[in-house]
C-alpha cells in the first residue's frame, strides 16, 4: 500500500507515468499495472528502483508518513 502511495506521488513529481518510467528504467505497464492492482505482488526491485528516483533510502520512501513541520529522522517539531 505504502509503495503504491509513493509510486503516486512520485508520479505528480514527475510529470507523467511515462517519465517516472523512463528514470526508474522499467516500463510504464510494470508501474501502472501495479500501482492498479493488475499485478499485484510487491517486488523488492521496483521499491528500489523508487527509492532511487526519489533520491531516497528505501525505508525512508515506504516508512511511515512524516508531518512536513517534523523532523522525519527523530519526530521532533523544527
Known amino acids: 500500500m505504502r509503495l503504491r502511495a ?3 506521488n ?3 513529481l514527475f510529470g507523467s507515468w511515462s517519465c517516472l518510467a523512463e ?3 522499467v516500463p510504464k505497464t510494470t508501474i501502472t499495472n501495479f ?17 532511487r528516483a ?3 533510502p528505501v525505508d525512508r520512501l515506504l516508512g511511515r ?5 517534523r523532523c522525519p529522522a ?5
Open 35 to 51: 500501482v492498479y492492482g493488475s499485478h499485484p505482488s510487491t517486488t523488492h526491485g521496483l521499491a528500489a528502483k523508487a527509492a
Open 54 to 56: 526519489a533520491g531516497v
Open 10 to 12: 512520485l508520479r505528480g
Open 6 to 8: 509513493a509510486l503516486r
Open 74 to 78: 527523530c519526530g521532533r517539531s523544527g
Open 23 to 25: 528514470v526508474m528504467g
Open 65 to 69: 508518513p512524516v508531518a512536513a513541520d
